[in-house]
């Protein structure tokens, strides 16, 4: 029989905040030590918007799941647009990169909770109210 170790929760949550800073850091350098450092794939804004999604929903755990990838959509609106304040255009491969590190890290939590549903786990749309308000 396999034994899985276990990971404690704080270390995950400790793990998240190192991956969401890193990739933080990475959005906000400046286009001209990002393309110095980072080749100027969109490959490099997939993994980058990946890391702070699937980071933010293991930093927030009690945060809506919508919620994380809105933020995130609006994010890879902010850093797409940014170029056009330094006299630059936009560029549509780096925000459709933007795009799918987001979804890539969204889709497994909207996946996991539409089998939940498709098994038949039907929450009350009020979890928060208590038992005595019945």
Not at 15 to 38: D, F, K, Y
Not at 80 to 104: K, N, Q, Y
Request: net charge positive; hydrophobic share 50%; aromatic share 10%.
């Amino acid at each position: 029989m396999l034994v899985f170790p276990t990971i404690p929760f704080r270390l995950v949550r400790f793990g998240s905040a190192l991956i969401v800073l890193t990739c933080v850091i990475v959005l906000v350098s400046p286009l001209s030590i990002r393309g110095a450092v980072l080749s100027d794939r969109p490959i490099v804004d997939v993994l980058t918007f990946y890391g702070v999604t699937a980071g933010a929903y293991g930093l927030l755990p009690f945060m809506r799941r919508g919620d994380i990838a809105m933020v995130a959509m609006w994010v890879v609106l902010g850093v797409g647009v940014a170029p056009c304040f330094a006299g630059e255009e936009l560029s549509a491969s780096h925000m459709f990169g933007g795009i799918v590190g987001v979804l890539m890290a969204a889709a497994p939590v909207y996946i996991a909770r539409f089998r939940q549903v498709a098994q038949g786990d039907i929450r009350d749309y009020r979890r928060r109210r208590t038992e005595g308000e019945d």
